[in-house]
Each structure stands twice: as C-alpha cells, then as structure tokens.
C-alpha cells in the first residue's frame, strides 16, 4: 500500500493544523493507522493509532487532549487533528499502516507498522 502525507506547515504556537494520509490501497479497512514524528537529532517517536473500525485509539502522553486521530475508510484516509500546537511539536511526521485481521488491535511500536508515507513536515513556531 502506498501512503500519501500532506497538511503540514509553520504554524504559530497555540495554532492547529490537519495532517491527512491517503491510502492507494482500496482495501484501507484492513489496515491499522498510525502517525509518527521525528524531531531534527532525535528518534521516531509514536504520536497517535487507530483500529480498523476506528473504534479504538491510542496516543502519546504528550498529545493527549490536544491530538485527534480519525479515519475515513470510504475515503482511504487517515487525519491526525492537531490543536494547540507547541514548538516541541516540531517535526516530520509520517503515517504508517499496518495489515491486521482485528478490528479493535492498535499498535504503538513503529516497527510492527509495514508501510510507511513520506513525511510531511510540521513546524511550530514560539
């Protein structure tokens, strides 16, 4: 499957913006979701997931009450809603699926996910 990130930008601190993943994929509902990010010298972190069905979320500590994750299966796409943005929040961020048979399964580790978009870039300004 191949994924196709857009929606990032500057943005002022305290600003919001909507990160969009689209799916080649026509069977998209077979797929968890995931969004990650790297910051300039550091790691991929996790930052949000979701099941299948959409029914069952998970997301860093950091983006909780802040970061909406959602999906669109009669679209192929996955949204990461960003609201009151940090300059820590800082970025690329990537979408990832993974193929699961389970409808409620979510996945926080970015080694279990098999594809992966190309990254679009996020920066919060202070």
């Known amino acids: 499957v191949q994924l196709q990130a857009s929606g990032g930008g500057l943005v002022q601190a305290g600003g919001s913006l909507r990160l969009s993943c689209t799916a080649s994929?026509?069977?998209?509902?077979?797929?968890?979701m995931g969004w990650f990010r790297q910051a300039p010298g550091k790691g991929r972190e996790f930052v949000a997931t979701?099941?299948?069905?959409?029914?069952?979320?998970s997301y860093l500590d950091s983006a909780k009450g802040r970061f909406t994750i959602s999906r669109d299966n009669a679209k192929s796409t996955v949204y990461l809603q960003m609201n009151s943005l940090k300059p820590e929040d800082t970025a690329v961020y990537y979408c990832?699926?993974?193929?699961?048979?389970?409808?409620?399964?979510?996945?926080?580790?970015?080694?279990?996910?098999?594809?992966w978009g190309q990254g679009t870039q996020v920066t919060v300004s202070s």
């Open positions: 994929e026509r069977t998209f509902s077979n797929y968890l």
């Open positions: 990832a699926a993974k193929f699961t048979t389970s409808y409620y399964y979510i996945v926080e580790g970015d080694y279990e996910y098999g594809y």
């Open positions: 979701i099941s299948r069905s959409g029914g069952s979320t």
